[in-house]
Nanobody
Framework: QVQVAESGGGLVQAGGSLRLSCAASERIFNNYAIGWFRQAPGSEREFVAYVTWSGANTFYAHAVKGRFTISRDNAKNTVYLQMNSLKPEDTAVYYC????????????????WGQGTQVTVSS
């Protein structure tokens, strides 16, 4: 059963910005760290960033550190990914989900993904 829904993607020029949203179920939002992942055509899904359950800690992949910011709004059960200074290599489908902080992969308690949201950065 899918428990997340991503939105906010689109087409943007290099150097532009987008903010992605992840609406999560109460089960996920109240009990798990949440991560953003992305998958480009022909590539495996990769870790982008995570925020812990409390919101006190965040962590970013080297490729996006300093450009992307992850945050959570507890009142809305929503996690955001603010993406600035976008590059063509950021083009991918972006997904959110509960994350295993040790492996930076999908948490073992879950087995399905949402539809993701497409981000396309033109040069």
């Amino acid at each position: 059963q899918v428990q997340v829904a991503e939105s906010g993607g689109g087409l943007v020029q290099a150097g532009g910005s987008l903010r992605l949203s992840c609406a999560a179920s109460e089960r996920i939002f109240n009990n798990y760290a949440i991560g953003w992942f992305r998958q480009a055509p022909g590539s495996e899904r990769e870790f982008v960033a995570y925020v812990t359950w409390s919101g006190a800690n965040t962590f970013y992949a080297h490729a996006v550190k300093g450009r992307f910011t992850i945050s959570r709004d507890n009142a809305k059960n929503t996690v955001y990914l603010q993406m600035n200074s976008l590059k063509p290599e950021d083009t991918a489908v972006y997904y959110c989900n509960a994350i295993n902080l040790s492996t930076r992969r999908l948490h073992d308690d879950f087995h399905s993904w949402g539809q993701g949201t497409q981000v396309t950065v033109s040069s």
